[in-house]
């Protein structure tokens, strides 16, 4: 079965839910093992390469080392045939020149020359002597000194100063023989080497040559060898016979033996280099790796400090970003971007939800949106173009839209400039908020709130009744009396009075307005209508107000003085809603007052101007408001009367807050309580 899943995240704006908040969503499995594999494979990658970089420092440090070491056997190795071939050739020339010692003194001058050329520096023998069969020296080159330390070496009898067991070895052997190390007066070591000289028939004697160790070494090596190396001759015991040296630190690393043969007899050649000075561009080469090891070492922990960081900054900014589209996506506000040609770049699904248009359909949008109201295009435009310059008002913006269905609905926008990460103006985003329940309630609030007062005023013109029908009765009364008495006066036969029957008409004129007079401030007061707002005489107001309650003043015994200002500007009211306030107030002061004596149940109704304020106050000289209920003055249905709604101060601070007015009170000295109504005298507030 193929099964293809729609990425929700494709395009920006969409009103579907993110994958991660889908119920059916499944997030792929975790797999922490290979997770956790790859990554360590970094740091394995870079312990391998520090190990790959210690080897080659290793390698290129061990084949120097090694190319010093076979230089060394090399140059070891020229020096010991070096020496081998000047022993070799010594051997042979004393070994041709013996036949010619041996026939006689005084030598001949050629025999002479050839000694002296064997006893030349270069050659290493420091004596040739030439002894007989028996041992007898028979002589010498140089001649031997007579000192008591060393034997005479003429043809006298003297013993010889040779190695016997070597010469009678060579004798023996008839071949060269190569003698131990001996010491030699000096402290210097010599060895000999015995050659037998032949006749063509018999053997006439041995050339022993005597070799000094010291002169061999020092004057056999050229200069170029001991600057590298320094040489010595070590016997059996490894005791130092000869050497050649300069003052030099040794290499501890660098050195090689190899038998001293000839002569033998547990001679050694031991060769030591020098501590060479530093060889620069290894050094540097190796510095150079180790340096640049270190700073690639620095960098990937750098770039894997800095690939963490951003890992976990987009671990986060991914959650952020399925949290706050969840956010969203939960959100009964509507988000909108728009970039500054005024084209719709982002939608929520809130707002989706809002209009009836899908994401889709939205984006890339430009002025008019499909979801404009038709009937208010012009406005909407307007208000679109004042948007796109300076954004919305603080309070925000009231627009009315229209759903893709047709229904109409109020919103709230609420426009902020669109700020990108490098600080430029690139856009306006808007958050739109449906009021359209929220109109629908407010009317609906207010509505109820004209019902409850119709119906404050209905309940205190209920109260006040018995007293309006009294009043009432007084006219009327009066009036059927003056009707009478012209009704008697028409049927008698008495001349009638013209001038008598004008007054008692007048003063039935004067009884019917007084009594129409009532009924109509009754009806005015009592009327449903809609508020009207218009510019009004305060003073007016209050004067209808005292005369509609005044009846009720005087049933009640109790007084009520006005005094009003003069030249009081006019304000914007409802005329019938602030008699309404007037008359509670009246009302409610001389409901305080019962307790109160006679002579002191005075209400005080006045009128002034306050700055840019009218003002009404009524004051009472009842028993004051205590503070707990002051409190709760104010609330809806709470009232300190038997009788009471509890709505008749509420609704009077909603009246004067309607207006931008203000209703409060204050504790009266001497006791009592102020009512004070004030009022803007502003014409804009209409």
Known sequence: MDVRIRDNHSRPGRCEPPPSMSPAYTPPPVQPARRR???????????????????????????????????????????????????????????????????????????????????????????????????????????????????????????????????????????????????????????????????????????????????????????????????????????????????????????????????????????????????????????????????????????????????QAEVALRAESVFRKAMEDSMLTGMRARDLEGRLTYVNSAFCRMTGFSADELLGKKAPMPYWDPEHLEQTFELHRQIMTAGSATEGTEVRLRRKNGETLDVLVFEAPLIDAAGHHTGWMGSVLDITEQKRAREQARQQEERLQQSSRLITMGEMASTLAHELNQPLAAIASYTSGCINRLQGEDALDRRELLDIHQRIARQAQRAGEIIRRVHDFVRRSEPKRAPLDLNAVIRDAIGLIEADARKRRMQLRSELAADLPQVVADAVMIEQI??????????????????????????????????????????????????????????????????????????????????AFESRPGGGTIFTLSLPVDADLA
């Not at 020096?79 to 071939?85: A, I, K, W």
């Not at 020149?97 to 026939?103: N, P, V």
């Not at 032949?198 to 001991?226: C, H, I, K, N």
Request: aromatic share 8%.
């Open 37 to 311: 594999w790859l990554q360590q494979l970094p740091y394995l990658s870079l312990a391998l390469f520090l190990i790959a970089i210690a080897a080659l420092v290793w390698l290129t440090r061990e084949y120097d080392d090694e190319a010093q070491r076979t230089t060394l056997i090399s140059d070891v190795l020229w020096m010991e045939q070096n020496l081998r071939f000047n022993l070799d050739r010594n051997e042979i020339h004393l070994q041709e020149i013996g036949a010619e010692l041996f026939r006689g003194a005084p030598l001949a001058p050629q025999t002479e020359a050839r000694l002296a050329s064997l006893m030349m520096p270069d050659r290493g023998l420091a004596r040739i002597l030439w002894l007989a069969p028996d041992g007898r020296v028979l002589g010498a080159m140089p001649p031997l000194s007579a000192a008591p330390s060393t034997a005479d070496a003429s043809a006298d009898a003297t013993p010889t100063p040779v190695d016997e067991a070597s010469f009678r070895l060579a004798r023996g052997i008839g071949r060269a023989v190569y003698g131990p190390a001996r010491p030699a007066p000096g402290g210097v070591h010599h060895f000999e080497v015995h050659v037998p000289a032949w006749s063509d028939d018999a053997q006439l004697g041995v050339v022993v040559g005597v070799y000094s160790l010291s002169d061999l070494v020092m004057r056999e090596l050229p200069w170029w060898f001991s600057e590298r190396y320094h040489v010595s001759v070590l016997d059996s015991d490894g005791r130092e016979l000869a050497v050649k040296s300069k003052v030099a630190p040794l290499s501890p690393r660098l050195s090689y033996s190899i038998p001293f043969d000839p002569p033998g007899h547990g001679l050694t050649l031991q060769i030591s280099a020098y501590r060479s000075d530093p060889r620069w561009i290894p050094v540097l080469l190796g510095a150079s790796i180790v340096l640049l090891a270190g700073i690639i070492v620095w960098s990937v922990m750098q770039l894997r400090r800095q690939l963490t960081r951003r890992q």
């Open 582 to 663: 007037a008359v509670n107030l009246v009302r409610n002061a001389m409901d305080s007052m019962r307790d109160t004596p006679a002579e002191t149940r005075i209400v005080d109704v006045r009128t002034a101007l306050e700055g840019r304020h009218v003002t009404v106050t009524v004051a009472d000289r009842g028993a004051g408001i205590p503070a707990d209920t002051a409190a709760r003055l104010f609330e809806p249905f709470f009232t300190t009367k038997q009788e009471g709604m509890g709505m008749g101060l509420n609704i009077c601070r909603s009246i004067a807050e309607l207006h931008h007015g203000r209703l």
